[in-house]
């Protein structure tokens, strides 16, 4: 079984009232729930966006920048 995390739409850029925009564009990744479970045991229901976020920058800068 899988879990789909998905992000709300964007919002409407053209509109000068409000929060300004985030710099974020919404995405959908499908996940094994076991793999929910985990990360969400280490890190709350809460933080699962956020730790999403940072491993997916722990893995660029590691490509990026591989050690010599």
């Known amino acids: 079984m899988m879990i789909v995390l998905e992000i709300g739409p964007a919002p409407?850029?053209?509109n000068p009232m409000g929060?300004?925009?985030l710099g974020m564009k919404p995405t959908t990744i499908r996940?094994?729930?076991e793999t929910i479970?985990?990360?969400e045991a280490l890190v709350?229901?809460?933080r699962l966006a956020l730790f999403v976020r940072e491993a997916i920058d722990?893995?660029?800068q590691r490509r990026e920048n591989p050690e010599k």
């Open 12 to 14: 409407d850029t053209h």
């Open 19 to 21: 929060r300004p925009p």
């Open 31 to 33: 996940l094994p729930v």
């Open 37 to 39: 479970q985990r990360i």
């Open 44 to 46: 709350g229901n809460r």
């Open 58 to 60: 722990n893995e660029l």
